[in-house]
């Protein structure tokens, strides 16, 4: 029996730091003793660092490795996030928009809010019928106060961060806390066995490093899974035309100035632009696609949108090269992070994927090599499962639009283009609305059916349902609205505002766990 003991971890930034953290934090009680976790990062090549949106999974990932969440606010420069607003996504019309919130609809394990919101001919908005957290992004307001426990939520909640910061925060956590070992090297070689396993990296400053399990975390190089191991990637192109983002970080006009507490996607003629409020800064982008709008025109439209904060600040070009891995644990090789795939940042998918992969590692990790290819299986149907929904659920914003304004909305609602799942689900909430029955029935399912339901009815997609067949439960939905309603306006009274908030934290904390 060959143990796995070693885990080598090639490549540092948010991806790397996470997998050590996680990996390292299920296996505190083997450590140092009878297991090891190694990163190996390069001195010399920067990481990405625009990835500055999260889930709310991110709040259970930093807990269960230790981390205080006020520490993590002092020194990631992070700030809260609800939800998102897209914005002109629908008709393209400035005042048009909808949120897709953090918190499930009211009552959603009991009833089916969308049936009988659709079937009451609605007067407000899904989001605002069924939950207050469009609201709350609305008055400006936190999802906690500061007497709230770290990690626990009046709202439900995730981060903004800066990915720069964020990644150096990792390493000293990890490092100083769960033992693992930090290597500076530059990966020259890969010694590999007769099977195609990976026996050590040989580096120019370190020499050669031997492990039992590797984790490719060198981004888009993907030096182990796709240089060394020979591991295709699969486009997903045709499905997801945006290739390109230009970045841009503004200041605020005053000190004062309130942090919106979700991202803001505002769509554009070829492309939509990400805008997130860090305390210090915004975070603001365009993601585009290159075969319908020119690098000079997308930079016209996001300075635009910036307006005179906008207008000398710096621009850095980023290019998406949209699908993923064709397998991402080969042999004793598993991909993490860019090296895996990357997917444009409309929802945020980036570091949930990271914190996903790197929990079901850590929690399935093979005793032995003897048993690692049923785990990699295993392992890989799991992980092109979430792709494939993440890809679904990408598209499901753009085939709902109605725009006819350029080639790029027009294109986007082709058939051709659309994935084959998508399709069949969008045929039968032509008749019912999302809910548990779709094939939401994983236990960690990416998107759940509430997802779905607020960007479908957000955006103005119309299911045929019958007032009569909801009578037998119209009481429980007239119940449920009522408590929606009393919690709306309980929240909207009691929280405080966002930057009020993260000003306390910094200030005097929040209560430990």
Not at 134 to 144: I, N, R, S
Not at 315 to 326: L, N, Q, Y
Not at 439 to 463: C, H, I, K
Request: aromatic share 10%.
């Amino acid at each position: 029996m060959q143990p796995i003991r070693n885990i080598v971890i090639v490549g540092g930034g948010t991806a790397g730091w996470l997998a050590a953290g996680v990996i390292a934090a299920k296996h505190q009680g083997r450590m140092p003793a009878d297991f090891t976790v190694t990163l190996v990062e390069s001195p010399t090549t920067p990481i990405i660092g625009v990835g500055e949106g999260t889930w709310p999974t991110l709040r259970t990932t930093l807990s269960k490795m230790g981390v205080s969440e006020t520490d993590f606010f002092r020194e990631c420069h992070a700030s809260f996030k609800q939800g998102a607003r897209f914005a002109r996504w629908t008709t393209g019309e400035v005042d048009e928009g909808y949120y897709h919130p953090l918190m499930l609809p009211q009552g959603f394990q009991r009833v089916n809010m969308a049936a009988h919101w659709l079937a009451d001919g609605h007067d407000q908005s899904f989001c605002d019928a069924v939950t207050p957290q469009g609201l709350l992004c609305d008055d400006g307001l936190a999802p906690k106060t500061i007497a709230t426990p770290e990690f626990d939520a009046v709202a439900n909640y995730a981060y903004h961060l800066d990915a720069g910061k964020f990644a150096g925060f990792l390493q000293r956590h990890c490092t100083a806390k769960l033992g693992v070992r930090h290597v500076l090297a530059d990966v020259t070689s890969v010694n590999q066995a007769e099977n195609g396993d990976i026996t050590s990296v040989v580096t120019e400053q370190a020499g050669e490093i031997a492990g039992d399990l590797f984790v490719d975390c060198t981004g888009f190089a993907a030096l182990l899974i796709g240089k060394a191991l020979g591991v295709p990637f699969k486009s997903c192109a045709d499905v997801l035309f945006c290739d390109t983002a230009l970045a841009i970080q503004v200041p605020y006009e005053s000190e004062d100035s309130p942090i919106a507490s979700h991202t803001i996607s505002t769509a554009q003629s070829a492309g939509w632009i990400w805008d997130i409020g860090l305390p210090s800064r915004r975070g603001t982008g365009h993601v585009y696609s290159s075969s319908h709008i020119s690098d000079e025109d997308a930079e016209r439209e996001l300075r635009a949108y910036l307006g005179p904060v906008g207008a000398t600040a710096d621009v850095r070009k980023i290019k998406i090269r949209s699908g993923h891995r064709e397998t991402f644990w080969k042999n004793n090789v598993v991909a993490v992070g860019l090296a895996a795939g990357f997917l444009e940042p409309l929802e945020a998918s980036a570091i949930v994927l990271i914190e996903m992969s790197a929990k079901l590692i850590a929690e399935q990790m093979p005793v032995c090599r003897e048993v690692m290819d049923i785990i990699a299986a295993r392992f890989n149907a799991t992980t092109h499962y979430r792709w494939g929904r993440i890809i679904d659920f990408l598209k499901l914003h753009y085939v709902l639009t109605k725009r006819t304004d350029s080639d790029f909305w027009r294109d986007n609602v082709r058939a051709d283009t659309i994935p084959d799942r998508l399709r069949d689900l969008l045929t039968l909430w032509k008749y019912q609305p999302p809910w548990f029955h779709d094939e939401f029935d994983r236990v960690d399912e990416v998107f759940p059916a509430a997802s779905y339901q607020y960007v479908l009815y957000g955006m103005q997609f119309g299911t045929e349902v019958s007032r009569e067949a909801l009578s037998a439960e119209a009481r429980i939905a007239e119940q449920t609205r009522r408590e929606a309603a009393v919690q709306t306006q309980r929240l909207r009274a009691g929280l405080p505002r966002h930057r009020d908030l993260i000003r306390k934290i910094i200030d005097h904390g929040l209560p430990a766990i």
